[in-house]
């Protein structure tokens, strides 16, 4: 069975960031201070890796490049 998903897929640029409120449901370490069930911020950054791939290694020249984007955790911080 087939039908469309909910889900679009977004492009964001490298670099991009987005501020995340998190509820630690587990003890949870945020700068020296252990925290649970509060919440927290968390800093991410979307960063874009590429991949250099060979299909042929008797041909160099026909490379393919692949990008993979991922959220990175950057920093985390107790809410007010």
């Known amino acids: 069975m087939k039908w469309?998903?909910?889900?679009?897929?977004?492009?964001?640029?490298?670099?991009?960031?987005?501020?995340?409120?998190?509820?630690?449901w587990l003890p949870t370490q945020v700068g020296d201070t252990m925290i649970w069930l509060t919440r927290y911020e968390m800093l991410q950054a979307?960063?874009?890796?590429e991949y250099v791939v060979m299909l042929d290694p008797k041909k160099p020249k026909d490379a393919t490049t692949?990008?993979?984007?991922?959220?990175?955790?950057?920093?985390?911080?107790?809410m007010k």
Not at 14 to 22: S, V
Not at 46 to 49: A, F, K, M
């Open 4 to 24: 469309p998903a909910k889900y679009s897929h977004v492009d964001y640029p490298n670099g991009a960031t987005r501020l995340k409120r998190i509820f630690a």
């Open 66 to 78: 692949f990008s993979k984007g991922q959220w990175i955790e950057i920093s985390k911080r107790l």
């Open 46 to 49: 979307y960063i874009i890796q």
